[in-house]
């Protein structure tokens, strides 16, 4: 069986979309619902609304020298983000819930499945090496359906277990708006991201 579908051949995927009731007001926000005049940071795929205290890094492939990914350090977390292509009539955030279960699983971490404040998620005791010393590192796995997109985000630090935190990190997540574009796209591609503008550039 093969996964080379269009977003218009891929209507008898079954999957649910699984998004925040309040998604289309609240966010994470397709570009059609966001506000124009918002002064966000383009990233492309994404837009990120600046705020105090927010650093924002953009995680580079070293062979493509491609963006897969946008680090925020905010309220003593970190907030990872990647938007993906999804399906015009399904979403992916079921079935990639259970790839990371099993994923995490193979590497001797822990799973629960939860629900947070932006549906279900993943709390996860990942193995890490600090030093000579094998511990363990917790992370949120987040992930909301859109119109045609998917966004994936990976919680770390106070935001994982701290509930004042978590809340300023969700009301981050929630701010973003993704930018889907008109360009035919395999389900599950990753919708380019890129370098902002220069301050005061062209």
Same mark, same amino acid.
């Given at each position: 069986m093969s996964d080379e579908s269009t977003p218009e051949q891929d209507s008898d995927e079954q999957t649910t979309e699984v998004a925040p009731r309040d998604r289309a007001t609240?966010?994470?926000?397709? #570009?059609? #619902?966001?506000?124009? !005049?918002?002064?966000?940071? /383009?990233?492309?795929?994404?837009?990120? $609304?600046?705020? &105090?205290? $927010?650093?924002?890094? +953009? #995680? !580079?492939? &070293?062979?493509?020298?491609?963006?897969?990914a946008v680090g925020l350090d905010y309220a003593d977390s970190t907030l990872q983000v990647q938007p993906f292509a999804a399906p015009r009539s399904s979403g992916l955030w079921d079935e990639t819930r259970a790839q990371i279960q099993e994923q995490?699983?193979?590497?001797?971490?822990?799973?629960? &499945?939860?629900?947070?404040?932006?549906g279900? &998620?993943? +709390?996860? #005791?990942?193995?890490?090496?600090?030093? /000579?010393?094998?511990?363990?590192?917790?992370?949120?796995? !987040?992930? !909301? /359906?859109?119109?045609?997109?998917f966004l994936r985000g990976v919680i770390g630090g106070a935001a994982a277990s701290d509930a004042e935190a978590a809340a300023s990190v969700e009301d981050l997540f929630r701010s973003i708006v993704v930018v889907r574009g008109g360009a035919p796209m395999p389900p599950r591609d990753l919708i380019p991201l890129r370098m902002p503008a220069a301050p005061g550039g062209a």
């Open positions: 609240e966010g994470p926000f397709d #570009e059609s #619902e966001a506000n124009p !005049v918002r002064p966000y940071i /383009d990233l492309g795929a994404i837009k990120i $609304l600046p705020r &105090e205290g $927010l650093n924002l890094r +953009l #995680e !580079v492939e &070293e062979q493509t020298q491609r963006i897969v995490i699983s193979q590497q001797g971490g822990t799973v629960t &499945e939860r629900e947070g404040a932006l279900a &998620e993943l +709390l996860a #005791e990942i193995p890490a090496v600090a030093g /000579d010393t094998a511990t363990t590192r917790l992370a949120r796995f !987040v992930g !909301v /359906d859109g119109p045609r997109w």
